[in-house]
């Protein structure tokens, strides 16, 4: 699969959750953490089966500490995200533009980052981006839904609506596209044994984050239950097919 596939397809996914939010009002926030669910059992295999050895192969206790920095980045990322990348779709301060726009700006920089490691050219060469793909492109499709949630909540419509989702959709491509130039630019290395390791830890916790959330019924706890077994198959048969 070539790079500019890859593009398309990490384009296209936030745009479906916007288009999706928008059709449905904002609505059927259950199926979200749902979808969530599976997206974050996904990215967890891939993180820990095949993402961390391959950085950890040639890596010193530096790759451990960047693990650990990319996870306490995260957990401070979501003092302006609200955690609405991870389901949290309770109204977040009222109808101001401040708030929808810390949100904005805190979910961006983590699609950004998502983003990083599917353009690696060692990743893609590997096959290893493949793999990642369709967990991150599940795991935006919702994202994008509750950041356009939580937008009509505040009374963002209309042409407002579409200029927050639309830069937020070329968030996840243009983390790859950087990671694709900062490769084919000669800093191969330095983006293997300095950032992937820092996005892997970011990984880590919005996975867990994810895995962990508490259930609001039995009802939901046995479809989560079940939505997580699948990520975690799916991930598994992506590695062994």
């Not at 979200?32 to 192969?57: D, R």
């Given at each position: 699969m070539t790079l500019g596939i890859i593009l398309i397809l990490l384009l296209v996914s936030p745009l479906t959750g916007g288009v999706l939010a928008w059709l449905l009002n904002g609505g059927r926030h259950?199926?979200?953490?749902?979808?969530?669910?599976?997206?974050?059992?996904?990215?967890?295999?891939?993180?820990?089966?095949?993402?961390?050895?391959?950085?950890?192969?040639?890596g010193t206790i530096t790759t451990g500490f960047l693990v650990l920095a990319g996870f306490m980045f995260q957990i401070l990322l979501e003092q302006f995200t609200k955690g609405v990348e991870h389901g949290h779709l309770h109204h977040h301060g009222g109808k101001g533009f401040r708030p929808v726009l810390q949100i904005f700006v805190g979910m961006s920089l983590h699609a950004f980052l998502e983003g990083m490691p599917i353009g690696d050219s060692g990743f893609i060469q590997k096959g290893l981006s493949q793999k990642l793909l369709p967990g991150t492109c599940l795991h935006e499709i919702p994202a994008a839904f509750a950041l356009g949630s939580v937008m009509l909540a505040a009374g963002f419509r209309g042409l407002t609506f579409w200029a927050i989702i639309i830069p937020y959709a070329f968030m996840l491509p243009a983390g790859a596209l950087v990671s694709g130039l900062l490769n084919s630019g000669g800093l191969e290395g330095w983006v293997h044994k300095w950032l992937l390791p820092f996005v892997i830890g970011a990984f880590l916790h919005i996975s867990t984050t994810i895995l962990y959330e508490n259930s609001e019924n039995h009802t939901y706890k046995r479809l989560r239950l079940v939505a997580v077994l699948a990520g975690v198959l799916m991930a598994t048969a992506s590695l062994v097919l």
């Open positions: 259950s199926q979200v953490k749902i979808f969530l669910s599976f997206s974050g059992a996904y990215l967890f295999t891939i993180s820990v089966t095949s993402l961390m050895p391959e950085v950890y192969k040639d």
